[in-house]
């Protein structure tokens, strides 16, 4: 597993970038601010469910995808790695994790939309 972990930290830190955001902003929950678009998606996916439909149908990379998929199952990765794109100042993201999963309640992840891109 391990001789896996940099090669699955190099794709997903290069496939993947954070856009900023032009719309409107409000502050949630004290950690970081949503994008607030008028036309921005509430994703959710539910915890072991394998149905990422609701990435697929935003978009048909498999590495997007693959992004997604390991930033829900291993935050505890992401969240040491830092996002150098300016998203801190402009949503307030502390680590990479919050470029893809705005938030997690109970088993429904609520996804961040910055990691399509």
């Known amino acids: 597993m391990k001789k896996y972990l940099f090669p699955i930290l ?20 004290g950690q970081h601010t949503e ?27 498999p590495k997007v995808l693959e992004a997604y998929q390991f ?18 100042e402009e949503d307030g993201h502390t680590s990479n994790t919050n470029c893809f999963v705005d938030k997690i309640e109970g088993t429904t992840v609520t996804l961040d939309t910055m990691g399509f891109g």
């Open 10 to 29: 190099t794709v997903v830190a290069l496939s993947t970038g954070c856009s900023s955001s032009t719309g409107e902003q409000e502050q949630s929950d």
């Open 35 to 61: 994008h607030n678009e008028k036309n921005a998606p509430v994703l959710t996916y539910n915890i072991g469910s394998d149905d990422w439909s609701v990435v697929t149908n935003y978009t048909d990379s």
């Open 71 to 88: 930033a829900v199952s291993n935050p505890e990765v992401l969240n040491y790695m830092p996002c150098y794109c300016g998203c801190y």
